[in-house]
């Protein structure tokens, strides 16, 4: 595993739980609002495996759940072997994707090994390539929602509020996700001040929000 840095203590990135959450290293994809940029070149880890695990020995019965997300985790070969040794330890395990790699996703949701799944919907399907600013395996993506859909764990969409995704965008995803447990919408920040601002008010997400909750429950975040 290549981890760059973990947080010890979070209260909101496994819903309802007190939760460590690891950043794995490298991304396939260059994402232009990422938030998390100095996380997508595949390179090296900053933080040993071992040391994370040695953490999480001391927190036994303090935090809940361990959040894998990244960059995207399951790039990592070894990542099925590094959520095995953190379910020993007793935690639950969320798990953070953009849903690229369905075969790794089966793999985990096969072997038991997460609990539950955050994958991003970035935007609709004939956009994808424009946000991932790469070329982007669709088919891959809808392979993971089947999964998620059809899975017995929880499991959540969500979507975030970017200038280029249009209020039809939104209503569409929800479409599409119809039969879904959760889908969320999340405001928008720009990692930096050169970023597009916001287009979106408060009130208009509120509004999206309701017009999605037609095909499948829907939240602001």
Same mark, same amino acid.
């Given at each position: ?5 973990? $947080?010890?203590?979070? *209260?909101?990135?496994?819903? +309802? #739980? /007190?939760?460590? &959450? =690891?950043?794995?290293? %490298? ?24 040391? $994370?695990?040695?953490? *999480?020995?001391?927190?036994? +019965? #303090? /935090?809940?759940? &361990? =959040?894998?997300?990244? %960059? ?35 793999? /985990? ?113």
């Amino acid at each position: 595993m290549e981890i760059h840095n973990y $947080v010890k203590t979070s *209260l909101i990135d496994y819903p +309802g #739980k /007190l939760a460590c &959450v =690891v950043f794995t290293q %490298g991304c396939m994809w260059n994402c232009w609002f990422c938030q998390n940029a100095e996380l997508l070149s595949l390179k090296k880890g900053e933080v040993d495996k071992q040391e $994370v695990l040695d953490f *999480l020995k001391t927190r036994i +019965g #303090k /935090l809940d759940a &361990v =959040v894998v997300c990244g %960059g995207e985790p399951t790039m990592h070969k070894d990542l099925p072997q590094f959520i095995k040794e953190i379910k020993d330890l007793g935690f639950l395990v969320k798990l953070d994707t953009n849903g690229t790699n369905p075969t790794a996703l089966k793999d /985990l949701l096969d072997k038991k090994l997460i609990d539950y799944v955050a994958m991003d919907i970035k935007t609709i399907s004939k956009k994808y390539n424009d946000v991932a600013q790469v070329s982007v395996n669709l088919d891959a993506l809808k392979q993971s929602i089947s999964l998620l859909i059809n899975s017995n764990i929880d499991y959540e969409f969500r979507t975030t509020a970017i200038p280029t995704i249009l209020k039809q965008d939104f209503i569409d995803i929800a479409k599409y996700l119809k039969g879904a447990k959760h889908y969320y919408i999340q405001h928008y920040l720009p990692p930096t001040k050169n970023h597009p601002k916001p287009i979106y008010a408060d009130a208009d997400l509120q509004q999206i929000v309701k017009e999605c909750n037609r095909y499948i429950t829907t939240k602001l975040r």
